[in-house]
């Protein structure tokens, strides 16, 4: 699927307001060319002629889910555009740093796994009492790279006990979640390598493309955002 390829068909659906929010893997850092995957869905339906949704990257370098959870609430409301509005669609993805370790490579998580797990609940339940969500989960890391910045170390195992810790408060809470840590695995060593920056840890160009490239083509993206915009169409 090619980067200007619509997501949907020219329709009378509403365009809608969502918000992208989470840490730098929404930022877009390490996207030089593009922004990163976020940027690129919003320039994707900013394209000419195409009339397609607004979105709101509020991505924020080294957040984990406890810097999400103090500013979700506010960060979504302030997001309306029109006096008592608020957006139509929330995109999630945070969980890569609280798994990291810290001075050691057995040194302690950022965020222990039983808070995450009760954080993401909690987010979990908050957003969806806002509007349809989704889940954008992390990348691995290049694990010989490690450590990052000199004293943070992240493996692909802690990355896969949160990864999954993830995966299952979205089924339990019905998120649709973009597993891109399995997805990533999934496609070998050589092509995951290629997509990170020499940091170990940030998505590069090709790899901002490619997670914008499995979201446009995710079944539960495309089928939400068209259901949503149809109701508020009807309404």
Not at 6 to 14: F, I, K
Not at 167 to 174: L, T
Not at 225 to 234: D, F, Q, S, V
Request: proline share 5%.
């Amino acid at each position: 699927m090619t980067d200007n390829q619509p997501l949907r068909s020219a329709t009378e659906l509403n365009p809608l307001k969502l918000v992208a929010i989470g840490d730098s893997f929404v930022y877009g850092y390490g996207d030089w060319d593009g922004g990163g995957w976020a940027e690129r869905l919003k320039r994707h339906w900013q394209y000419p002629q195409q009339e397609g949704h607004i979105l709101y990257n509020l991505g924020v370098r080294g957040d984990t889910v406890r810097h999400l959870e103090q500013r979700l609430e506010s960060e979504f409301g302030r997001r309306g555009e029109l006096r008592r509005s608020v957006p139509d669609g929330l995109i999630l993805s945070v969980g890569a740093n609280d798994s990291a370790r810290l001075g050691h490579i057995n040194g302690r998580h950022y965020v222990p796994l039983d808070e995450f797990e009760g954080a993401i609940a909690r987010i979990l339940t908050k957003a969806r009492e806002f509007c349809p969500v989704w889940f954008v989960g992390m990348v691995p890391v290049d694990e010989a790279k490690m450590p990052f910045a000199g004293s943070v170390y992240y493996s692909h195992a802690d990355q896969a006990l949160y990864n999954e810790a993830i995966r299952e408060a979205c089924e339990q809470y019905g998120v649709p979640f973009l597993n891109c840590f399995d997805g990533w695995n999934s496609r070998g060593e050589l092509w995951r390598k290629s997509r990170l920056l020499d940091d170990g840890l940030h998505p590069n160009i090709e790899g901002h493309k490619a997670v914008f490239n499995d979201l446009l083509a995710w079944p539960e993206f495309g089928q939400l955002l068209e259901k949503t915009g149809r109701e508020l169409a009807i309404a």
